[in-house]
């Protein structure tokens, strides 16, 4: 991990001393030493604006750092916190397509885009396929009633068909 990185780590791990304010301004202050083309700049300014409930200031930034060609786990990140800002904005159809974007590549952070998945479509009004979706992320975890809580998991997503319940 490189200094920049470490001085934005530090920004996070002290937000809820620092507040909202001081922690964009903070963040946009160390975004601005980087080349303007670096998409970590804008990721980091819109998770910032994202914490502090600016939804509407954070999705342009999300897709700048996107468009910029942020790579690997930010990536990934970068489409949960969109795809979440997306929802928080009532677009929950949008969140779901940024969220399947990155399905096939979350590696760690699966179980993350399968509960901001679960939100999306309980927001787009799809409660069971939402709960389908939890569920089937949820059973790996339990150490009894896996198969039984995966089955009706999926029992569940097949009642909300064309939905888009995969886990």
């Known amino acids: 991990m490189d200094e920049w990185q470490r001085r934005v780590d530090a920004v996070w791990e002290a937000a809820s001393e620092l507040g909202e304010r001081a922690v964009i301004e903070r ?13 970590r700049g804008p990721f980091e300014a819109a998770g910032a604006r994202d914490a502090a409930g600016l939804e509407q200031a954070a999705e342009p930034l999300y897709r700048r750092a996107l468009e910029l060609g942020l790579a690997g786990r930010p990536r990934v ?14 677009r929950p159809a949008e969140s779901l397509a940024v969220l399947d974007a990155v399905r096939d590549e979350a590696g760690d952070l699966a179980d993350a885009v399968a509960a901001f998945r679960a939100l999306a479509l309980a927001s787009s009004g799809a409660a069971d396929a939402a709960a389908s979706v939890a569920l ?23 009642g909300a068909a064309g939905v888009g319940t995969g886990g």
Request: glycine share 6%.
């Open 27 to 39: 963040i946009d202050a160390l975004a601005a030493e980087l080349p303007a083309g670096d998409p």
């Open 77 to 90: 990140e970068a489409h949960i916190q969109l795809a979440s800002t997306l929802r928080n904005l009532g």
């Open 136 to 158: 089937i992320a949820l059973a790996p975890h339990l150490a009894q009633y896996r198969r039984a809580v995966d089955a009706y998991a999926r029992e569940l997503g097949d």
